[in-house]
């Protein structure tokens, strides 16, 4: 049975952070600190990024010494309205109630919350008391694309249920002023909050059909992408090869999944990227020639944006969609272990 993509909506945190003013109150914080700060200042210009969205205001990244249970306060109560919002936003986009979803997945990897945001907001949505919760962590910037391939299999394995995805992330409080290692400043040049909601079903309507996808994990990769734990919090572990990865083992992730999908390269008309960096977007273009400037959809994304994480790609779907994008796409993300996820969808017209 054919899943479809019935609904889609995405929410943004509250506070902008232009990029610029990022830069400046970097270097007033962190330029005193770090002795390299002043060669990576090119950095925030040559990001392509404009503006983020912060679930905390910028000068609450003045004072360094938020510990594990203020960073884990603003993630939670940031992230739980960002999840209500964008999942209210998916289902009036689908004409669906919230007493009508029989699943409900969450996929977040940037803070903890035990019960889980699904269970946070399960009364303001309205969810029914036998609703199937499925909350997903650990994904990392893989989590739009493997949380909407859990999404597909789960309706596809049930067919007629409702299933509603949620895929949020507060990247920011994590931000950190004590370590000060280079990935430190590259995740302060990067990252941002937001949240993406999706509705699919086997039931109704649809303008975008999609297949469960697949994921390729490259071996000895653990230390490419992740957290690091201490008492302050989390540190991003976020390697600087990345972009030479991509360039040199891309190829190879791609014809992986499309032999496990029984696919070929000329069965998609483009790829939808996650848009991890302005870097890691040229790679994959070189990589995969696709010619210079094609992910032109994953750079408008980055630069209103960041790179949010794991709802990311999803923005990057969003944008396909209203922008009149039809056609065979294969949406792809890179997260933590190192794996690629991809999950092949087809908009009509």
């Known amino acids: 049975m054919n899943v479809t993509l019935q609904g889609l909506a995405t929410a943004l945190a509250p506070y902008e952070l232009p990029q610029d003013l990022v830069q400046e109150r970097a270097k007033t914080v962190l330029g005193p600190k770090y002795p390299q700060f002043e060669r990576l200042l090119s950095t925030f210009v040559q990001s392509g990024i404009e ?7 910028l000068e609450w990244f003045d004072d360094g010494a938020h ?4 960073r884990n306060r603003i993630w939670h109560d940031g992230c739980a309205a960002m999840w209500r919002e964008a999942a209210e936003g998916a289902l009036s986009d689908a004409g669906w109630r919230g007493d009508e979803v029989d ?3 969450t996929v977040s990897t940037s803070g903890l919350a035990t019960p889980t945001l699904e269970a946070v907001c ?5 969810f029914r008391p036998d609703v199937m919760r499925v909350p997903v962590f650990g994904l990392g910037c893989a989590g739009g694309a493997s949380g909407l391939s859990i999404a597909a299999q789960l309706a596809q394995g049930r067919p007629g ?5 949620v895929v949020v992330e507060a990247c920011t409080p994590s931000f950190r002023t004590d370590r000060l290692q280079k990935s430190d400043i590259i995740a302060t040049v990067l990252f941002g909050d937001g949240a993406a909601a ?4 086997t039931d109704g309507d649809g303008a975008v059909t999609l297949s469960p996808g697949v994921q390729h994990m490259w071996p000895d990769t653990l230390g490419i992408m992740g957290w690091d734990v201490d008492d302050e919090g989390l540190g991003v572990v976020f390697d600087r090869a990345i972009p030479a990865f991509v360039t040199a083992h891309m190829p190879e992730a791609v014809d992986a999944a499309l032999t496990a999908m029984r696919r070929e390269r000329d069965d998609f008309d483009r790829l939808l990227c996650h848009p991890g960096g302005a870097k890691v977007l040229t790679a994959l273009e070189a990589s995969l020639e696709l010619g210079q400037g094609a992910l032109d959809l994953e750079r408008d994304v980055l630069r209103e944006h960041g790179n949010m994480s794991a709802p990311t ?5 969003d944008a396909a969609r209203r922008g009149g994008h039809t056609g065979r796409f294969l949406l792809s993300a890179l997260g933590p ?4 996820s991809f999950v092949p969808l087809e908009i009509a017209a």
């Open 51 to 57: 503006r983020r969205r912060s679930v905390a205001p």
């Open 67 to 70: 510990g594990w249970a203020e």
């Open 103 to 105: 699943v409900v997945i």
């Open 122 to 126: 399960h009364e303001a949505l309205g």
């Open 161 to 165: 249920s409702k299933v509603l995805l």
């Open 198 to 201: 999706a509705c699919l079903s």
């Open 313 to 317: 790609v999803l923005f990057v779907l």
């Open 337 to 340: 272990g190192f794996t690629a």
